[in-house]
């Protein structure tokens, strides 16, 4: 007797040992995953610049991961859990790893990165032609090439990071799914929220190296190591600069690839948690798993997958999730993607420091709220009922605090021309009639070069020609221009290169945004958790993985891919001055109109956040009427299912299998 129990006990300590050693390589397959996306995200800026491209263009871009993970979430949610469903985890990883290196390699196939600018880069100021030439005709740097002009301007090479990035979907589509069926398979019910919460703090964690990692890539120069960064006019702060992009997408790579080792070396089933002390129990699992494979053999995989999306399409909670899943990730994701240009364009902060401080800022109180929210879930045994109230008033909340961010504001940055006169007058925003003025019209400047300078009487000028400078002394970013005609001050009339700042105030109100955003941010991660749980116990434990890739789907579908479309071309029509390529050509846009990029930014995702509680309020109308105390199914057909396990009593599924009754009321079965 002593022998048998000493091996039951070896049994159970075997298993739970693989529990958590599949515990672990999930959370860090979803390290790896989000790093990959969080860093991808906090790269559109630098993207955008380096191949010249539209906002809505990028926005399609960033959509190609989603577009590569619905081509196959529904195949895999399905038949991934009747294979070995860590093997293909791990396959999922390196097929990741592939798409980053991917991402990666334009950077190398591609000429070194040219800036627009009036001033000679290599450091040869001897004609001074990028000046006010009064009396003299503006020469520009000419295009040595033609035909290489029009080759740079047709450029294809952002279509591998596309590609790249659709592949890297492709890669991440059996994580998620299969990952969170194989610990509700196999943990206790009670402990599931916990492991979630602790897969969900992976990827916070991810998320913060990820935009940490951005964020130090974006402050290196794209081509270092092959110019010399001294004689760069630009800085991290200029919307001209593009960063190593390419650096971080080649340290995704590898870490997806080292993350898929361990799912190689992992049991396909394991025993029930609580179940392996009793022999009888296990010995009884084995058979019965062997008698659905052996089912499964004979009938095929496919007899029942329509059955299970009928079942799924027929149960109003599910349903009623997926549409406000939908509604909420369109907000949602645009306003994680387009979080760091408007850090940028609003409050006037580099790329890199935009990132860095989202990163900061959003990604401690996510994780806190994300482990307090699972621990929450286990300690009190929240019942699905009580977890869909929960997330309704902490979402609830999260909503009504949004409407603080339209008073965290700063003005547009001040560019004589375009949104003030030359006398510094704020007037409504300029054509390109009005960049020259009096004072620069016999200067023969070019009006359509961004190559901004900052005037001792705190204005911008699009360029030092603009500006009425008629001598410098410097070389690279500490040149100073003197004798500008256009810059009135008192006894000064000398710019420096670059936009001016926004000024104290415009500092505080970015302090006062951080904080409400980190504030948001640890009140929507603790929703996040019971909203998940009412995804989980809303439907059968067969249709589970199904219901959870379906879910994706949709989301990714209806939102992942167009929203970032759709709010790019948004922002596209906010833009006051477009780049101009060395052959004339459009570029990316160099100055917002940060009012209407604000309206856009903040309103919209305010509108959509607003329609999903429609659906939210029905859900908990409908579990409301489910859970009456004391009610019985006297009439009608089964709808909610609870399963009585031991001593515990908790909502384990809820499914839909038929109508509502004449009288309107759905009956609850126990």
């Known amino acids: 007797m002593g022998e048998t129990e000493k091996k039951i006990e070896t049994h159970k300590t075997r298993c739970l040992s693989k529990m958590k050693i599949f515990l672990l390589a999930l959370t860090c397959a979803f390290v790896s995953k989000v790093l990959s996306g969080a860093y991808t995200n906090s790269m559109l800026t630098q993207i955008e610049r380096q191949f010249n491209l539209p906002t809505s263009l990028v926005g399609f871009i960033n959509g190609s991961f989603e577009i590569g993970n619905l081509v196959l979430i529904i195949f895999v949610s399905y038949f991934g859990t009747k294979l070995h469903r860590p093997i ?20 190398f196939l591609m000429n070194r990165y ?48 596309l590609i790249g990035n659709t592949i890297r979907g492709m890669g991440e589509t059996p994580i998620m799914p299969l990952g969170i069926s194989y ?73 997806n690839v080292l993350t898929a080792v361990p799912f190689f070396f992992l049991p396909k089933t394991l025993p029930k948690e609580g179940l392996e002390d009793d022999a009888d129990i296990t010995k009884n699992d084995k058979e019965e798993k062997q008698r659905e494979e052996a089912k499964k053999e004979k009938d095929g995989l496919t007899k029942d997958f329509l059955p299970f999306i009928k079942s799924l399409s027929c149960n109003p909670v599910y349903m009623l999730f997926i549409i406000l899943s939908v509604v ?61 109230h929960v997330g309704f008033w902490l979402s609830l909340s999260h909503y009504l605090l949004h409407f603080l961010f339209f008073v965290m504001i700063c003005d547009n940055s001040s560019v004589a021309g375009i949104t003030v006169s030359y006398e510094g007058i704020q007037q409504d925003v300029y054509t390109g009639n009005n960049i020259l003025a009096d004072c620069n019209t016999a200067c023969n400047c ?60 415009c500092s505080m109100m970015l302090q006062y945004f951080l904080i409400l955003m980190s504030v948001n941010s640890f009140i929507y991660s603790l929703a996040a958790i019971p909203g998940f749980m009412v995804l ?40 006051l001055h477009w780049g101009t390529l060395k052959c004339g050509e459009t570029g990316a846009c160099r100055l917002y109109d940060t009012t209407k990029f604000r309206y856009i930014y ?69």
């Open 88 to 107: 293909i985890i791990g396959v999922g990883c390196v097929v990741m790893g592939l798409g980053c290196f991917l991402q990666a390699l334009p950077h």
């Open 114 to 161: 040219e800036y627009e600018s009036t001033v000679s880069v290599s450091g040869n100021l001897s004609s001074n032609n990028f000046l006010c030439m009064e009396n003299g005709t503006q020469i520009l740097r000419p295009t040595q090439d033609p035909s290489e002009c029009v080759k740079e301007v047709k450029s294809l090479m952002w279509v591998c990071v």
């Open 183 to 255: 610990i509700e398979d196999f943990a206790k019910s009670e402990n599931s929220p916990l492991y979630i919460g602790v897969i969900k703090t992976g990827a916070i964690i991810g998320l913060l190296v990820g935009l940490l990692l951005g964020s130090f890539c974006a402050n290196i120069y794209v081509d270092t190591g092959f110019v010399n960064t001294d004689e760069l006019t630009i800085t991290p702060s200029d919307t001209r600069w593009v960063g190593a992009w390419w650096f971080g997408f080649l340290i995704c790579a590898g870490v």
């Open 328 to 388: 909420q990730v369109n907000a949602f994701a645009s306003s994680f993607s387009f979080l760091p240009k408007y850090l940028e364009q609003q409050y006037g902060k580099s790329a890199s420091d935009a990132v860095f401080l989202v990163g900061i800022y959003n990604i401690p109180p996510i994780c806190i709220g994300y482990i307090v929210g699972g621990l929450i879930m286990k300690k009190f045994k929240i019942t699905v009922k009580q977890a869909a």
């Open 446 to 505: 070019p009006t359509k070069t961004w190559d901004p300078v900052c005037g001792d009487n705190g204005l911008s000028y699009m360029s030092a020609c603009l500006a009425g400078c008629k001598t410098s002394v410097g070389t690279g970013i500490n040149m100073v221009f003197h004798n500008c005609s256009c810059i009135q001050a008192a006894g000064h009339s000398s710019a420096v290169l670059g936009l001016c700042g926004k000024g104290h105030d």
């Open 536 to 575: 989980l116990r809303c439907i059968k434990p067969e249709e589970k993985s199904l219901g959870v890739g379906l879910h994706a789907f949709c989301m990714r579908i209806l939102a992942g891919i167009p929203a970032p479309i759709y709010f790019g071309a948004l922002v596209d029509s906010t833009c």
């Open 602 to 670: 903040l309103g919209l995702p305010a509108a959509l956040r607003g329609s999903s509680f429609i659906p939210a309020l029905v859900i908990l109308i409908l579990l409301r009427k489910h859970h009456l105390p004391g009610e019985n199914a006297s009439s009608g057909t089964e709808f909610i299912e609870t399963k009585v396990t031991g001593k515990e009593n908790e909502c384990k599924d809820i499914h839909q299998n038929s109508k509502l009754l004449n009288d309107g009321e759905l009956k609850i079965k126990l």
